[in-house]
């Protein structure tokens, strides 16, 4: 129904006018280099204020951490591909976990590591 109506109007235009109506429109200057260097220069400040936040969240995050890492894994040994041993702190207390392609073993061992890493153990008394 409307493109009806549209056609009418038209042909009514075409009639009276001429063909002239009908020629395209020549659309008003439109400076598109200059509109898209500014957006471009907005955006890309936008992404650098971002990752600049980033970074500084980054850089002062750890600072606020109610609670040191409670599980570090002080030392691994691959023994093959898919065999390794890992030696890991959980709070005061060392575990040797014996990992394989389908099992993990956990070992306790008896003395506590320090804070600064492994010791030597002692030469075994014979």
């Known amino acids: 129904m409307l493109f009806a109506n549209w056609l009418i109007n038209i042909s009514q235009a075409m009639a009276v006018e001429g063909s002239d109506p009908l020629k395209p429109w020549a659309g008003p200057d439109f400076p598109f280099w200059q509109y898209s260097l500014k957006v471009l220069a907005v955006l890309s400040a936008i992404v650098g204020v971002l990752f600049l936040v980033l970074a500084l969240w980054k850089r002062l995050a750890p600072r606020y951490q109610r609670h040191p890492a409670l599980i570090r894994v002080l030392a691994t040994h691959y023994l093959t591909p898919k065999q390794a041993l890992i030696l890991v702190a959980v709070g005061?207390?060392?575990?040797?976990?014996?990992?394989?392609a389908s099992n993990l073993s956990v070992i306790p061992v008896n003395k506590p590591v320090s804070e600064r890493g492994l010791e030597p153990l002692p030469p075994p008394q014979s």
Do not use: I, M, V, Y
Request: charged share 10%; net charge negative.
């Open 92 to 100: 005061q207390e060392t575990f040797l976990l014996a990992s394989s």
